[in-house]
């Protein structure tokens, strides 16, 4: 069993093996121009990690932004009062260069929750699930742009 460890170790330092998230920003992607469409603070938490805009040296010349973000009642109780939302994002990014399209995905979570009777503590916990949906997309925008 010593043995079969040892061995593990050694080829799993010798190959390169790297955890997937070790460094986020393995490239570093620079645009010439930035262009939001919707909530701007979706698309900037969104991108903030990976994304500088730089007139000078970029590697492509435009990246354009879109969010939505909605929240639906998706049950009601007899009377009338909202029992659980459903907040869906949905996020596109297109890059461009010299108008050409180069790439373009389409993002989308949502996520499940029940109302709460304390107005201000629904608030905060929405804010937590746009936060946490945002850090999902993060995720797979980076493995996205590393291809």
Do not use: H
């Not at 939001?36 to 900037?44: A, E, Y």
């Not at 903030?48 to 990246?63: F, R």
Request: charged share 30%.
């Amino acid at each position: 069993m010593k043995n079969f460890l040892l061995i593990l170790i050694f080829l799993l330092t010798s190959c390169g093996y790297q955890p997937l998230y070790s460094n986020k920003n393995n490239k570093e992607f620079s645009f010439k121009e930035i262009e939001f469409l919707g909530d701007k603070n979706i698309n900037r938490s969104l991108v903030s990690t990976i994304i500088k805009k730089d007139s000078q040296n970029y590697l492509y010349e435009k990246i354009i932004l879109k969010n939505e973000k909605t929240i639906i009642e998706t049950a009601r109780d007899s009377k009338g009062v909202p029992e659980s939302y459903r907040m869906t994002i949905n996020f596109q990014i297109t890059i461009m260069d010299q108008e050409k399209i180069i790439k373009e995905k389409n993002f989308s979570k949502e996520f499940l929750y029940k109302n709460l009777d304390n107005k201000f503590d629904l608030y905060e916990y929405e804010i937590d699930v746009q936060e946490s949906l945002i850090r999902k997309i993060t995720e797979e925008l980076i493995i996205y742009l590393n291809l």
